[in-house]
């Protein structure tokens, strides 16, 4: 078996003092979903920060393709392929659809338009409004241009925080059927859900975070067997 | 016929100085909201930057004069502009690298930012006086008029004379013109969005592959840009003391305030706004009354408050707004 695409092994740190993250580890193969759950407060989102350099890590080194980034900005980590759509505060509130989509391409100096097609048919109704701030949008339509945004780097691994956050169950299906779609072109993809079954469905590796800790990790179709899970964390 | 009288002298007195001194406090504004907008903090350094600018275009206006270059019937000055913004813009950008660069990477709180610029702003004052010194210096050469009060008068056989100056026309002339450019900049390219998109959130700028270290770059020539055209339309208008730019401070927060902190188009409005009020609220408006109202004989000058105060009218309005509407009127950040 080859390497993990990304692997972030043994992170250990926080934002101040205490440790929020002890010894955590991820993986995401080439063109694999990769699924994080956990209760509130697990320290989820701290880990996705730490894998994108947002957070100083006491231990632990994070490898992309082979390649050493542990001591690289998040800008740099943006230059070697990595998309972040973060948990909150995910889109350029005052520019429009379009600009927040240009903005996501910033570092990219050859012809966008193709990419922004495909963001477009990805998710339709961002063409549709793509002249009004996005501040302005619904809560669902927001996480798609978050989304298109990160997309817009044409990244080969998109972390993704909870995007399915405040949208409808419709909504939701819709956006995990797209998820699906961009894994399928090749991208990877690392996601943190508050939708643990749904999302460890598609999953193929899951990690259960307890406290800045791996609890569990498998394949998501083993972690939703697993009676345990079920008991803990899937409600039954 | 006396209806005219009135709108002549309206025009005259009230309308034509408004209008030139709310392009300067826009001008001015929009510096501050900038910086705010980008680096967070309210830049207490701005009008000392705005008299160093125009310390320096004066500067060179004399070189360019003793060198017997000009732009006749035009100021100097304007042709040693671009030189005065070049000079300003170095002090100002090392003054980033040498001072607010240490507190960016502390990531200090604004507070500790504006205290910061107060330093900065006590020693760009000094720096200005030591270069300049303390007097009153007009440097306006170029034509006076474009219309004089008298030739009007003969012209038009009105008993109220409309005086037009250069000045006037050049501020208003050449604050559209920065305007439209800064729009045109800020909207349409990809440095100017970046600017707009670290300014709305800064984190995802950064997730968005931004340098924050360009984006500050840019804003500081900007601000140094605005600061130094604006400082130089106002001494060309009235005329050059260094004293007079830190009293302008307070008008123009008040614009940027009023307009909503970090927003531009709220910055320009702030600035005509209290522009008009200051100018409106000291002008003795007995003469206009006499023509509209003949009948009707008051006993004092109709002037609301005597000049000397005319920093009370922003300063009022300035607590007004933050009372009722503390984001602005065109929904800035809240202070
Ligand atoms: N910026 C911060 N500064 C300090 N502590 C923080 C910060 N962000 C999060 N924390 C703390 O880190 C811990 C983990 O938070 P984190 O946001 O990673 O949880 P999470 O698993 O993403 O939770 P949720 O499911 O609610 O999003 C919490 O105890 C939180 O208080
Ligand atoms: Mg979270």
């Known amino acids: ?236 | 016929m006396d209806i005219l009288n009135a709108i002549v002298a309206l025009a005259n007195f009230v309308l034509i100085p408004a209008a030139a001194y709310g392009a300067q406090l826009a001008l001015g504004a929009l510096g501050v909201t900038l910086i705010y907008g980008i680096l967070r903090f309210s830049n207490f350094a701005h009008g000392d930057t705005m008299a160093f600018g125009t310390a320096m275009v004066i500067l060179v206006t004399w070189a360019l004069q003793g060198a017997g270059i000009g732009i006749a019937p035009l100021p100097t000055a304007l042709l040693a502009l671009p030189f005065g913004i070049g000079l300003t813009a170095a002090l100002v950008l090392g003054t980033d690298r040498a001072v607010y660069r240490f507190y960016r990477r502390q990531k200090a709180a604004p507070v500790i930012l504006v205290i910061v610029s107060m330093g900065v702003m006590f020693v760009m004052n000094g720096l200005t006086r030591f270069i300049i010194g303390v007097e009153d210096i007009a440097f306006d050469d170029g034509a006076r008029f474009i219309v004089n009060a008298r030739a009007f008068r003969d012209a038009t056989g009105l008993d109220e004379g409309l005086a037009l100056r250069s000045t006037q026309v050049i501020t208003l002339v050449t604050a559209l013109v920065v305007v439209v450019w800064l729009f045109w900049f800020l909207n349409r390219t990809r440095t100017g969005k970046s600017m707009r998109a670290f300014s709305d959130n800064e984190d995802l700028a950064l997730l968005s592959g931004i340098n924050p270290e360009r984006v500050v770059m840019y804003a500081w020539l900007i601000a140094s840009a605005l600061a130094t055209i604006a400082g130089t339309l106002y001494g060309l208008d009235k005329s050059f003391k260094a004293f007079n730019y830190f009293q302008l401070l307070l008008p123009i927060f008040a614009a940027a305030i009023v307009g909503g902190l970090g927003n531009p188009v709220g910055a320009i409005a702030g600035g005509f706004l209290i522009a008009f009020s200051e100018v409106g609220v000291t002008y003795a408006w007995k003469k206009v009354a006499g023509y509209v109202l003949p009948f009707w004989e008051p006993d004092g000058l109709l002037q609301l408050l005597s000049t000397e105060y005319k920093f009370a009218v922003s300063f009022v309005i300035l607590i007004a707004v933050l009372l009722f509407r503390p984001t602005g009127l065109f929904k800035g950040k809240s202070v």
Request: glycine share 10%; net charge neutral.
């Open chain 1, 1 to 236: 078996m080859s390497a993990p695409y990304l692997s972030a092994e043994g992170m250990t740190g926080g934002y101040g003092a205490a440790d929020i993250l002890h010894d955590c580890t991820l993986t995401v193969d080439r063109g694999q979903i990769a699924v994080i759950v956990g209760p509130n407060g697990a320290g989820k989102s701290t880990a996705m920060k730490a894998v994108f350099g947002m957070l100083r890590l006491r231990a632990g080194r994070v490898t992309l393709d082979g390649e050493d980034i542990t001591a690289l900005s998040p800008q740099a980590r943006v230059a070697k392929g990595m998309g972040f759509v973060p948990q909150v505060a995910n889109v350029f509130p005052t520019m429009s659809v379009e600009e927040n989509l240009e903005m996501g391409a910033f570092l990219r100096r050859d012809d966008i338009r193709a990419t922004m097609e495909q963001v477009y048919a990805l998710f339709p109704i961002l063409r549709d409004k793509r002249r009004q701030n996005a501040g302005e949008l619904s809560g669902g339509q927001r996480q798609q241009v978050a989304v298109g945004r990160a997309l817009m780097t044409q990244p080969k691994l998109l972390m993704l925080d909870e995007p399915t956050a405040g949208v409808s169950p419709i909504v939701m299906d819709e956006l995990f059927d797209r998820i699906i779609e961009v894994a399928r072109s090749g991208i990877s993809i690392l996601m943190v859900e508050q939708n643990a079954r749904q999302a460890l469905e598609i999953a193929d590796r899951g990690y259960v975070l307890v406290q800045g800790a791996n609890r569990f990790a498998d394949t998501g179709a083993a972690l939703l067997a697993d009676p345990e899970v079920r008991r803990t964390f899937l409600g039954g």
